[in-house]
């Protein structure tokens, strides 16, 4: 056959090619070419002319396979380019991302049940690392980490996103923590003051009214342009729906976003909300708005991540979590500031819960977690127990921010209060074991169980400063002493309407921020005494 390649010079090769490339014989049977040269030239310049034609259409994607399955997780063979927490997408459009590149395969991730993956199914790369959804429209809505919406309203995909992990804000850009947070609960805000920025930590065993207090402090800021996020990590459905119940019915859900990686969620979901909800907040943040963030709760964060762990073989350490736990949370916790005015000026807001067990805050997950935050606040099951609720046991309770950021109308009650309550809490161990009291320890006693009583307050009630201003300088000045412990609830509501309709001038300067003088402590103790009289 003459193919214009001289005998000898591996015509036998040229037909091997025309054989076993289609394209070339069909360039061959074209072209006028009469060498073996020419016409894989011609063939190069019809493919280059093919790429300029349509360069849109010709891209290199990477296929890898699934060899294996297993709950919230998959191994994937292939991808040899592939990047740390870059999202992969399975068969059926189903979701995951790359968390260990080992080196015969890739540990994945999945985003989305696991009943849909069998093995031998393919895997292709997205480009892209995890991202969510960010802006005003996420108000008022209830979705899951990646931004898919679980409240049944419209589409968010038109949303512009940004990714879930980022790094913290640089420490030049962190200004100090000076403007309170008001939680509206009287203990909070007078004995452990909360500021914007702030990481505060919420612990205590489970039913103790962890929760509770993040929901009133998220129902308190309406209207004090404080936007606020309730990240729900492995929480039971039941529980998610009826804390936006409660908010939906305090009109709370206006301000807030409710991210949601339910226990029934797989692990990755789970791992990936808090990153998720903390990259919303911040970009609000950066905006100039102040945010609150809610994680409730991170134990069963952190049970998530060893989850994957272990079935992704990391090498177990303490209580089997894996060694970067620390880490884990720590670089969430840190992306939780006050921002400087260049940077923004906004602040984001922590309020993380811990779940202890038999009350043991020495555990490995507690002891990380009040080592990274700026204070915690824990709750007593024994108080529980007692009816006292809020359950904060003070004594055990810190905030590291502190008076820095307590409003100066609460130092003319804070000193006192919590000096006299932690004298009450001593004597009163004591007082069990001793019947022949003295006349002064009787009076301190007393007048710690009255500071008690004044303390509780009713779930959804978050009180404004005014009101628990009265409260506090009623009990402090003795207005109180004497008074059957039933009678309270209705005097303190008497002595907070009497102040606040009273003194409206004095109420205003405390709202502004002013401090009050011993006058006016005096004047408020007056009027609160006439209501305590006019009501007894
Ligand atoms: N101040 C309060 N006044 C009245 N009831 C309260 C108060 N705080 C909590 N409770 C009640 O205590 C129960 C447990 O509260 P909550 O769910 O907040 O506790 P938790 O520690 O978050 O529980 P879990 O550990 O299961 O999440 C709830 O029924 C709640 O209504």
Same mark, same amino acid.
């Given at each position: 056959?003459?193919?214009?390649?001289?005998?000898?010079?591996?015509?036998?090769?040229?037909?091997?090619?025309?054989?076993?490339?289609?394209?070339?014989?069909?360039?061959?049977?074209?072209?006028?070419?009469?060498?073996?040269?020419?016409?894989?030239?011609?063939?190069?310049?019809?493919?280059?002319?093919?790429?300029?034609?349509?360069?849109?259409?010709?891209?290199?994607?990477?296929?890898?396979?699934?060899?294996?399955?297993?709950?919230?997780?998959?191994?994937?063979?292939?991808?040899?380019?592939?990047?740390?927490?870059?999202?992969? %997408?399975? $068969?059926?459009?189903?979701?995951?991302? !790359?968390?260990?590149?080992? @080196?015969? *395969?890739? &540990?994945?991730?999945?985003? =989305?049940?696991?009943?849909?993956?069998?093995?031998?199914?393919?895997?292709?790369?997205?480009?892209?690392?995890?991202?969510?959804?960010?802006?005003?429209?996420?108000?008022?809505?209830?979705?899951?980490?990646?931004?898919?919406?679980?409240?049944?309203?419209?589409?968010?995909?038109?949303?512009?996103?940004?990714?879930?992990? %980022?790094? $913290?804000?640089?420490?030049?850009?962190? !200004?100090?923590?000076?403007? @309170?947070? *008001?939680? &509206?609960?009287?203990?909070? =805000?007078?004995?452990?003051?909360?500021?914007?920025?702030?990481?505060?930590?919420?612990?205590?065993?489970?039913?103790?009214?962890?929760?509770?207090?993040?929901?009133?402090?998220?129902?308190?800021?309406?209207?004090?342009?404080?936007?606020?996020?309730?990240?729900?990590?492995?929480?039971?459905?039941?529980?998610?729906?009826?804390?936006?119940?409660?908010?939906?019915?305090?009109? !709370?859900?206006?301000?807030?976003?409710?991210?949601? &990686?339910?226990?029934?969620?797989?692990?990755?979901?789970?791992?990936?909300?808090?990153?998720?909800?903390?990259?919303?907040?911040?970009?609000?943040?950066?905006?100039?708005?102040?945010?609150?963030?809610?994680?409730?709760?991170?134990?069963?964060?952190?049970?998530?991540?060893?989850?994957?762990?272990?079935?992704?073989?990391?090498?177990?350490?303490?209580?089997?979590?894996?060694?970067?736990?620390?880490?884990?949370?720590?670089?969430?916790?840190?992306?939780?500031?006050?921002?400087?005015?260049?940077?923004?000026?906004?602040?984001?807001?922590?309020?993380?819960?811990?779940?202890?067990?038999?009350?043991?805050?020495?555990?490995?997950?507690?002891?990380?977690?009040?080592?990274?935050?700026?204070?915690?606040?824990?709750?007593?099951?024994?108080?529980?127990?007692?009816?006292?609720?809020?359950?904060?046991?003070?004594?055990?309770?810190?905030?590291?921010?502190?008076?820095?950021?307590?409003?100066?109308?609460?130092?003319?009650?804070?000193?006192?209060?919590?000096?006299?309550?932690?004298?009450?809490?001593?004597?009163?161990?004591?007082?069990?074991?001793?019947?022949?009291?003295?006349?002064?320890?009787?009076?301190?006693?007393?007048?710690?169980?009255?500071?008690?009583?004044?303390?509780?307050?009713?779930?959804?009630?978050?009180?404004?400063?005014p009101q628990q201003i009265a409260s506090l300088i009623a009990?402090?000045?003795?207005?109180?002493?004497?008074?059957?412990?039933?009678?309270?609830?209705?005097?303190?509501?008497?002595i907070q309407?009497?102040v606040t309709?009273?003194?409206?001038?004095?109420?205003?300067?405390?709202?502004?921020?002013?401090?009050?003088?011993?006058?006016?402590?005096?004047?408020i103790?007056?009027?609160a005494?006439?209501?305590?009289?006019?009501?007894?």
């Amino acid at each position: 056959m003459s193919n214009g390649v001289e005998a000898g010079r591996g015509d036998w090769f040229f037909d091997r090619c025309l054989s076993l490339s289609p394209g070339l014989a069909a360039v061959k049977a074209r072209s006028t070419m009469t060498t073996y040269s020419e016409t894989l030239e011609a063939a190069a310049h019809q493919f280059d002319q093919a790429v300029k034609a349509q360069p849109a259409q010709l891209s290199v994607t990477e296929i890898g396979t699934v060899e294996e399955v297993q709950r919230g997780i998959a191994r994937v063979h292939g991808l040899p380019h592939v990047q740390v927490d870059e999202v992969l %997408r399975f $068969a059926g459009g189903h979701l995951g991302y !790359a968390f260990n590149l080992d @080196p015969e *395969q890739v &540990g994945c991730v999945l985003l =989305d049940s696991s009943e849909q993956i069998t093995a031998g199914s393919r895997v292709e790369r997205m480009h892209t690392v995890l991202d969510t959804p960010v802006g005003d429209q996420l108000l008022g809505r209830v979705v899951d980490p990646v931004g898919r919406p679980l409240d049944g309203g419209r589409s968010l995909d038109d949303l512009p996103r940004e990714p879930c992990e %980022r790094d $913290a804000p640089p420490i030049m850009q962190r !200004a100090p923590v000076t403007v @309170p947070l *008001q939680s &509206g609960l009287k203990v909070v =805000d007078a004995m452990i003051p909360i500021g914007r920025g702030q990481r505060q930590l919420l612990l205590g065993d489970r039913q103790t009214g962890k929760t509770a207090i993040a929901v009133d402090t998220i129902i308190n800021q309406r209207g004090r342009d404080v936007i606020c996020i309730y990240c729900s990590i492995g929480q039971r459905s039941t529980g998610v729906a009826r804390v936006i119940e409660n908010l939906r019915r305090h009109d !709370a859900l206006d301000h807030t976003i409710v991210v949601i &990686g339910a226990d029934d969620a797989p692990p990755g979901l789970q791992f990936l909300a808090p990153y998720a909800a903390t990259t919303m907040g911040e970009h609000f943040m950066r905006e100039g708005r102040d945010v609150l963030i809610v994680y409730d709760d991170l134990t069963s964060h952190a049970r998530a991540y060893r989850h994957l762990s272990l079935l992704l073989r990391r090498p177990p350490g303490r209580e089997a979590f894996p060694g970067d736990i620390f880490y884990v949370h720590s670089r969430l916790l840190e992306r939780s500031t006050h921002l400087i005015q260049s940077a923004g000026g906004g602040s984001l807001t922590a309020l993380p819960i811990i779940e202890t067990e038999a009350q043991n805050v020495s555990a490995y997950i507690p002891t990380n977690l009040i080592s990274i935050t700026d204070g915690q606040i824990y709750l007593s099951p024994t108080l529980f127990r007692k009816g006292v609720l809020p359950a904060i046991d003070v004594g055990r309770s810190v905030s590291r921010v502190g008076g820095k950021t307590q409003l100066p109308a609460y130092r003319v009650v804070a000193g006192d209060l919590r000096l006299t309550y932690s004298q009450f809490e001593e004597l009163e161990r004591f007082a069990r074991f001793s019947s022949q009291l003295d006349e002064d320890t009787r009076a301190t006693l007393n007048r710690g169980r009255l500071i008690r009583e004044i303390l509780k307050q009713t779930q959804f009630q978050p009180l404004t400063l005014p009101q628990q201003i009265a409260s506090l300088i009623a009990v402090t000045n003795g207005v109180l002493d004497g008074r059957p412990v039933e009678q309270l609830p209705k005097l303190e509501r008497a002595i907070q309407d009497a102040v606040t309709s009273q003194a409206a001038e004095l109420c205003a300067q405390m709202q502004a921020g002013e401090k009050l003088d011993k006058e006016q402590v005096e004047q408020i103790a007056n009027i609160a005494a006439g209501a305590v009289h006019a009501h007894a």
